[in-house]
């Protein structure tokens, strides 16, 4: 399961975005994982509490998942179709040939703080630290 693998890597990421940013905390972390990426969102969301479990600084963080459809463009009539649905195979003609659209991305979209605050100097110490 390379998903936890992936869930630690956001965490570090963010948290050194949040550094910079001199953010106090972290709401939500939106993840834009595509259909086809070969990442399965539900490990994600399993994996989650394992990644922030040593980092206070995540305590309360949440994680969105915006799931993106595999679509793809068939190279021989045209179709534009969901890829998995139709187990790769376009639905008009049936052939396999396909340019794909959408649905192989994988990215941090988003990372939300609390409406009520504002950037500090304070972020980088208790970002730092860990329940060892």
Known sequence: MHELGIVFEVVKVVEQVAKEQKLPSVDT???QVGELC???PVYLDEC????????PYFKNTKLKLDVVPGVAKCRQCGEVFNVIANEGYCPKCHSFDKDLL?????????????EDETPTDQVSE???????
């Open 29 to 31: 972390i939106v993840l």
């Open 38 to 40: 070969g990442v399965i």
């Open 48 to 55: 989650w509490p394992a990644a922030i479990d040593k980092k």
């Open 102 to 114: 959408s649905g192989r991305e994988f990215l941090i979209k988003e990372i939300l703080v609390p």
């Open 126 to 132: 208790s970002s730092d630290q860990t329940d060892d």
